[in-house]
Every structure is written in structure tokens, then in C-alpha cells.
């Protein structure tokens, strides 16, 4: 019998309503929510509440203990799901993703409506990751996310819906596969993986939206706070609002490394234009164009470069 180990760090999914009507993230424990679910019969599956909180709440160094948990307490176990808040589930996924070096099924899932709302999604969605997290076909594909039947790829999964039951996608690239009725079917698999050894130590990444007539004082700051690196949000291709620039340049200048990604749902930052502020530009200054990394992911990519050994050019280059 598949044995899968389920930890609960709290969100939607383990939500309940207080005395005012309003939900508090986190107020079922994992073993109070397995036992308002349908566990599957032919899986053991084994409960640890972890980090009861919503997700805006969580940390890096409470991944980093959930991590330890998968490396040193789950020797037994076939395969892991997270019970994870939505807001922040994409980061973390993607953070274990390239920080856990496991082939087992690691599986992120959460829900949109907490358990008491009607038609609540936590239920399902958490018997679908326990499902998919016992499968074989799943070995291999990384840290996923389990959300509405479909399962995601932590690289490019992101939360397209404030509230709605389908609340994750993968623009441009879909889901890996389905659950339908508790059968998991794999489709597709990730060709491309990266892996870091973290060290304990606390790094400051900042990202920054450039937007039309924006201003530098956001970078400014930055640099005044003496920031470990900062990712900026451009345009298109990378282009940033000329205003910007000196800024970028003033960082790069004091070592602090700054990323350039774009705000399109898909395509990748490229040295296309040549004027001020385009990603050219950015890059004979010294910045790094971030690939097809979304903001957030491409945060996460520098801060585990800036925690590890790895050289943060070599981690965005190819991408």
C-alpha cells in the first residue's frame, strides 16, 4: 500500500468561520480536515499540521522546515502533499521545487472556499493530491500543483482567479494532466530542471512594477536599504520606463544585482530594441534579463542564487 504524507500549513483550506462571519486561515489542523475528507482506501495516508497560517504569512525559512521535514521524516513515505493559502502557493511551490532534491511527488493543493462553504473545492482537491501524490506516473515531474482536477508545473502556475473554484492556470504551457474520478493521467513532463543547496541565511529581494511615468524612488530605496538584489517588472520584451534607469544603474554600481522580467503572461525578456531603458540597454549596464520568468518566480530564482554557490548569470541564463 502507497503510504503518502500530507502537511498542513494552514490557508482557505483549513479555514472556518469566527464570530463575525469572517474566515480565519488555518483554524482546522490537518487531522480535524482529513477527518471531514473522503481519504482514499487504498492509500495510508499519514497527517503533521505544520505551519497553521495563512499563506501571506508564510516565510522562506517555514519552507525551508517543511523541506527538512520531506528530507529527513519521510524516508517511508511514496510521495507528499502541502495544504498550502492560494496567495502565496505558486512561490512555494516553486521554491521547494528547486530546492528539494526528491524525485517522489511532492504536491501542492489548497482550495478557494473554505470546508464549510457550499460547494467547498477543499475536499476534492485534497483527495485528488493525495491521489496523485501515490501515483507512479508522477515521479519525476517536479514539485506540482493539484487544484480543480488539473495538475500544474510549480515553474509556471499562477493564480488567475481572486475566488472562482478554477483558480489556477499555466498560460501558455497548460496542465501536465488530470484527475477524473481519483485516476491520475500525466500528459506531459518538465524537460528542464534547476536545483539549489540553500544556505541558512536570510537574503532581502525586492521587486519593483514598472509602470507608464513611474518613478525611482522604489529603487532608491532599495539601494538606501542596502537590499541583497532587486527584480524589476518591465515591459514586453524588458523594456523599463526611462526615469528608472539611473536607479538601475546606481545599484548595479553598489553590487547589488538587479533582474529585469517582463509583465506578459508569456513570451521571455529579450535584447530586441536599443534605446533607453529597453532590455539592451539594461543589459550593457549589467542587468540580467530574467527569461520567461514571471516577477515572482524570477525573485525566487535570485534569492536561492544569492543563498547558494550558484552564480546568479549562470541561474537565469538559457531561460
Known amino acids: 500500500m502507497k503510504q503518502v504524507l500530507v502537511i498542513s500549513t494552514g490557508g482557505t483550506i483549513a479555514s472556518k468561520?469566527?464570530?463575525?462571519?469572517?474566515?480565519?486561515?488555518?483554524?482546522?489542523?490537518?487531522?480535524?480536515?482529513?477527518?471531514?475528507t473522503g481519504l482514499p482506501n487504498d492509500i495510508k495516508v499519514i497527517i503533521r499540521s505544520s505551519h497553521q497560517k495563512p499563506s501571506s504569512h508564510m516565510r522562506f525559512e517555514d519552507?525551508?522546515?517543511?523541506?527538512?521535514?520531506?528530507?529527513?521524516?519521510g524516508s517511508k513515505m511514496d510521495g507528499f502533499v502541502i495544504t498550502h493559502g492560494t496567495d502565496t502557493l505558486e512561490e512555494s511551490a516553486f521554491y521547494l521545487d528547486i530546492t528539494l532534491h526528491d524525485e517522489r511527488p511532492v504536491v501542492f493543493t489548497g482550495s478557494q472556499r473554505s470546508p464549510d462553504d457550499?460547494?467547498?473545492?477543499?475536499?476534492?482537491?485534497?483527495r485528488h493530491a493525495i491521489h496523485a501524490a501515490a501515483s507512479d506516473q508522477m515521479s519525476g515531474t517536479g514539485v506540482t500543483v493539484v487544484f480543480n482536477e488539473r495538475i500544474?508545473?510549480?515553474?509556471?502556475?499562477?493564480?488567475?482567479?481572486?475566488?472562482?473554484?478554477?483558480?489556477?492556470?499555466?498560460?501558455?504551457?497548460?496542465?501536465l494532466g488530470i484527475i477524473d474520478h481519483d485516476n491520475v493521467s500525466v500528459f506531459q513532463k518538465p524537460v528542464q530542471k534547476q536545483f539549489y543547496t540553500v544556505k541558512d541565511?536570510?537574503?532581502?529581494?525586492?521587486l519593483i512594477k514598472s509602470t507608464m511615468a513611474s518613478s525611482g524612488m522604489f529603487i532608491e530605496a532599495c539601494i538606501k536599504e542596502q537590499v541583497d538584489g532587486i527584480v524589476v517588472e518591465g515591459y514586453g520584451r524588458g523594456q523599463v520606463d526611462p526615469v528608472m534607469i539611473a536607479g538601475i544603474e546606481k545599484a548595479l554600481e553598489q553590487n547589488i544585482p538587479v533582474v529585469i522580467t517582463t509583465s506578459s503572461e508569456e513570451g521571455a525578456v529579450y535584447p530586441v530594441y536599443d534605446y533607453p531603458g529597453s532590455a539592451y540597454h539594461l543589459q550593457t549596464c549589467g542587468a540580467i534579463l530574467g527569461g520567461?520568468?514571471?516577477?515572482?518566480?524570477?525573485?525566487?530564482?535570485?534569492?536561492?542564487?544569492?543563498?547558494?554557490?550558484?552564480?546568479?548569470?549562470?541561474?537565469?541564463?538559457?531561460?
Open 17 to 36: 468561520e469566527n464570530d463575525e462571519g469572517r474566515l480565519e486561515a488555518g483554524a482546522y489542523s490537518g487531522e480535524e480536515l482529513a477527518l471531514k
Open 152 to 175: 500544474f508545473a510549480a515553474k509556471y502556475v499562477k493564480k488567475e482567479h481572486a475566488s472562482n473554484i478554477q483558480g489556477f492556470n499555466a498560460f501558455g504551457f497548460g496542465y
Open 118 to 126: 457550499l460547494g467547498s473545492d477543499a475536499y476534492i482537491n485534497l
Open 63 to 73: 519552507l525551508d522546515e517543511i523541506r527538512a521535514i520531506i528530507e529527513k521524516e
Open 201 to 206: 541565511q536570510p537574503v532581502q529581494v525586492e
Open 292 to 319: 520567461d520568468y514571471d516577477a515572482k518566480k524570477a525573485r525566487i530564482v535570485l534569492i536561492c542564487a544569492l543563498r547558494s554557490e550558484t552564480g546568479i548569470r549562470d541561474s537565469f541564463n538559457g531561460q
